[in-house]
Nanobody, 124 residues
Framework: VQLVESGGGLVQPGGSLRLSCAAS????????VAWFRQAPGKEREGVAT????????RYTDSVKGRFTIHTDNAQNAVYLQMNNLRPEDTAVYYC??????????????????WGQGTQVTVSS
């Protein structure tokens, strides 16, 4: 079971990035998937979650209207489109998957499988 993130980097404020997370060893469609982030000195924070079982999504307030999470079952992957990035979005971003009990949850203890993270830095 493995999750591998990619797509992070350095971007100017107001810019965009798309993070990708490829799953292997299991089928993402069977799980609730989410993106978390962790900035230096801060706790890991849930950013967005989605469930294919009912199509529901949930975002933390600070990213609503700017970030979009979506899955691609054919690619067995989950993506996070990030627009209008701000310096406070700077963090390591992680993708994660959990069982149905994680539906709608943005707390990390609801998720079982984690990627290694990808760094996003928003700076001029």
């Amino acid at each position: 079971v493995q999750l591998v993130e990619s797509g992070g980097g350095l971007v100017q404020p107001g810019g965009s990035l798309r993070l990708s997370c490829a799953a292997s060893g299991f089928t993402l469609d069977d799980y609730v998937v989410a993106w978390f982030r962790q900035a230096p000195g801060k706790e890991r924070e849930g950013v967005a979650t989605t469930s294919n079982s009912d199509g529901s999504t949930r975002y933390t307030d600070s990213v609503k209207g700017r970030f979009t999470i979506h899955t691609d079952n054919a690619q067995n992957a989950v993506y996070l489109q990030m627009n209008n990035l701000r310096p406070e979005d700077t963090a390591v971003y992680y993708c994660t998957a959990g069982n149905s009990l994680a539906m709608g949850e943005l707390a990390p203890d609801h998720y079982s499988y984690w990627g290694q993270g990808t760094q996003v830095t928003v700076s001029s």
